[in-house]
């Protein structure tokens, strides 16, 4: 499968806690963006990277919040002292740079967070 | 500031029907237009994107437009069928290609059989 995959697809954790998601986006996009969802809501944009560089962050990202993409390639999203109002679908997707594709984003399955 | 809205938030409609699915956005300086489904529980599969300088786009029963200057587009599904019913998700892209895209809530589509 060439899709963007994500991992884990379920976590549950305890408010407090530490919490790493996982995004491998598809081979040779160069641009990897998260968002987030609540139910009944759209995707809210956190973060963007090209390459591994962070180009934009969303004031949504509060500093409890931290995401890398290293190499360029997978990214992990981090939420720190996690609060019951992060409880959400975290959602990776990857976009083309150029080429008659460039712009349209393809998304994974999601990363689903209940903090108790 | 960018707001996407879709009208209506449900529709509920019997297998068979043409249906037409509206976004609006207020401002008009758009870099492209996509629509997504998204099934509950999953994550959002890209069914159609429109380029600004494009009107419309297609793919087998899907129709989707675009009118920049009124800040609308329109998903058409031709033929409804039950496998139609999901979330449908339109987003709008500001004028640079590497920025966010911007999200409408959806509409809730119910196709019976």
């Known amino acids: 499968d060439t899709g963007v995959s994500q991992n884990p697809r379920h976590k549950i954790t305890k408010r407090g806690q530490n919490v790493t998601f996982r995004c491998d986006p598809i081979?040779?996009?160069?641009?990897l963006y998260w968002y987030r969802q609540t139910l009944g809501q759209g995707p809210e944009f956190l973060t963007y990277?090209?390459?591994?560089?962070?180009?934009?962050k969303s004031r949504l990202l509060s500093d409890r919040f931290s995401a890398e993409r290293p190499k360029g390639s997978f990214s992990t999203l981090e939420i720190q002292r996690t609060e019951q109002g992060d409880s959400a679908m975290y959602l990776c997707?990857?976009?083309?740079?150029?080429?008659?594709?460039?712009?349209?984003?393809?998304f994974g399955e999601g990363s689903r967070l209940t903090v108790l | 500031k960018q707001e996407v809205t879709q009208i209506p938030a449900a529709l509920s409609v019997p297998e068979g029907e043409n249906l037409v699915l509206n976004c609006s956005f207020t401002d008009s300086a758009i870099y492209n237009l996509q629509w997504f489904r998204q099934d509950p529980g999953k994550g959002l599969t890209s069914l159609l994107l429109?380029?600004?300088?494009?009107r419309e786009q297609t793919s087998g029963r899907l129709n989707a437009s675009l009118d920049k200057s009124s800040g609308r587009s329109t998903l058409y599904i031709a033929a409804s069928q039950p496998g139609d019913s999901a979330t449908y998700l339109c987003a709008v892209r500001r004028s640079q290609a590497g920025t966010a895209l911007i999200f409408g809530k959806g509409t809730t589509l119910s196709v019976s059989s």
């Open positions: 081979s040779e996009h160069n641009r």
């Open positions: 990277f090209q390459n591994e560089a962070q180009l934009e």
């Open positions: 429109i380029q600004s300088s494009q």
């Open positions: 997707a990857s976009s083309p740079g150029q080429g008659v594709w460039a712009g349209e984003l393809f």
